[in-house]
């Protein structure tokens, strides 16, 4: 089975199930690193690094490494989501307080609802989500999203509900979104009417 590994160092608990279930997975399959490459798009070093518990790997790496093993994809997928969501926290230096959508005041607030949904989602690709807008006759421009995603601007109230659409909120719950969107945007609307016919919308 080859060298021994290292042992998991990680703030991130998520990351550390998530490296410790890749390993229990290569190892009750009884193979190494270079047979499972062989069954498997990735190199053995790839697949080494996506269960060393050091970074967050690839989505379809994980995917190819349980396939490769003969595990449970859904399982898989469960825990590198989970792992994702927590590093995209850890990384900012902080853990964000996520208001539930129903209780959005602003934008800010509605920035980390959606970001939270995303990266609950797994955070599909640009080109994903809007082939899920397109089906459904919605879109959501990659350019459009990767503005949001890095707060660049404010989402109008169409964008956002297509967003919770692709991001697989039911369609009984999508108005939520929408009324979120209302609340965020009255106070803006209540300074525009004070400061007068300025040309803000």
Request: with cysteine; aromatic share 8%; hydrophobic share 40%.
């Amino acid at each position: 089975m080859g060298r021994r590994e290292n042992p998991i160092d990680t703030p991130n608990t998520s990351l550390a199930l998530l490296a410790s279930w890749l390993r229990t997975a290569r190892r009750e399959a009884g193979i190494t690193y270079t047979r499972l490459a062989q069954r498997t798009p990735f190199s053995a070093a790839t697949l080494a690094r996506a269960a060393s518990g050091q970074s967050v790997p690839k989505l379809e790496v994980v995917v190819a490494f349980a396939e490769g093993c003969g595990g449970d994809v859904t399982t898989a997928e469960y825990f590198w989501a989970r792992a994702f969501r927590d590093r995209v926290q850890l990384s900012d230096g902080r853990r964000t307080r996520i208001v539930h959508i129903s209780f959005v005041r602003d934008f800010s607030e509605l920035h980390e609802a959606m970001l939270d949904l995303y990266r609950r989602e797994g955070a599909p690709s640009y080109r994903e989500l809007d082939d899920r807008a397109r089906s459904r006759g919605e879109r959501i421009p990659r350019s459009t999203l990767g503005r949001f995603l890095n707060r660049v601007n404010v989402p109008s109230r169409g964008f956002v509900i297509a967003f919770a659409r692709a991001c697989g909120v039911p369609d009984g719950e999508v108005e939520m979104w929408g009324h979120a969107w209302d609340r965020a945007k009255l106070p803006r609307r209540a300074r525009t009417r004070i400061i007068g016919a300025d040309g803000l919308r």
